[in-house]
């Protein structure tokens, strides 16, 4: 079953504005990743952040980790046409979990040029 | 080098035929995982292999499935007696585990987007 959930499920935005996407989880996790789906194609994965980490940049990306609230956020600053894709987030629980994801259902991110 | 390959990227099968569904990961990564993906879900997690050994197979939905890797690199997902709700998208992952750190990204390839008549 889904970890949690991503919001919002759609977002429609101009090439250089930032998006933000939200996505929110149920249980303890050990990290928290960022993947991005082009139509027809495998994730890609952008960013991974710690569960002892509240913030992490790459390049265009911001991510945040509030593991009080359980949720993390995804910040793309001056979009292209380019990132428009599915983005998904997905839990690490760590344990005996030997790496498997728990992924949300995404958020449909279209940027128009 | 060459990403995660999978094959074929797309099958069609009748209601009852047998499928396999191939992956071959990045060369030298240990951990190889299958997702299920739905239209418009995001992956569910199948199954995992640690090199030649299956450690978790608790996403496997019924026992019509079966995955195996025998020599620790190429794998193969079976689907027997297919269903109509078997249709989805198998994605393949594979990462290179150092040993007791999972703090690694997983490389993802494009799929096989499966349909049952």
């Known amino acids: 079953s889904q970890q949690g959930e991503e919001d919002p499920q759609a977002l429609s935005i101009q090439e250089g504005e930032n998006a933000t996407m939200n996505c929110s989880y149920k249980?303890?996790?050990?990290?928290l990743q960022w993947y991005r789906q082009n139509s027809g194609r495998g994730l890609v994965h952008l960013i991974l952040?710690?569960?002892?980490?509240r913030e992490k940049h790459s390049g265009r990306l911001r991510v945040t980790l509030d593991t009080s609230k359980k949720s993390s956020s995804l910040l793309i600053t001056a979009s292209r046409a380019a990132d428009t894709a599915s983005y998904f987030c997905?839990?690490?629980?760590?344990?005996?979990?030997?790496?498997?994801?728990?992924f949300g259902q995404g958020t449909i991110l279209t940027v128009h040029p | 080098g060459a990403g995660v390959s999978q094959s074929p990227r797309y099958k069609v099968a009748k209601r009852g035929q047998d499928v396999a569904l191939r992956c071959d990961p990045i060369?030298?990564?240990?951990?190889l995982f299958w997702y299920q993906q739905a239209l418009g879900q995001g992956p569910e997690f199948l199954t995992y292999?640690?090199?030649?050994?299956?450690?978790?197979k608790s996403g496997l939905p019924s026992d019509r499935f079966f995955a195996e890797r025998p020599e620790g690199s190429v794998s193969t997902l079976k689907i027997q007696r297919t269903q109509q709700e078997d249709s989805a998208v198998y994605l393949c992952?594979?990462?290179?585990?150092?040993?007791?750190?999972?703090?690694?990204?997983?490389?993802f390839g494009d799929g096989t987007r499966l349909s049952i008549l």
């Open positions: 292999f640690q090199n030649e050994a299956q450690l978790d």
């Open positions: 992952a594979s990462s290179l585990r150092r040993t007791g750190d999972y703090n690694q990204p997983q490389h």
């Open positions: 997905a839990t690490y629980a760590g344990g005996t979990s030997y790496g498997k994801l728990t």
């Open positions: 952040i710690r569960s002892n980490e």
């Open positions: 249980t303890s996790i050990n990290n």
């Open positions: 060369s030298g990564h240990v951990s």
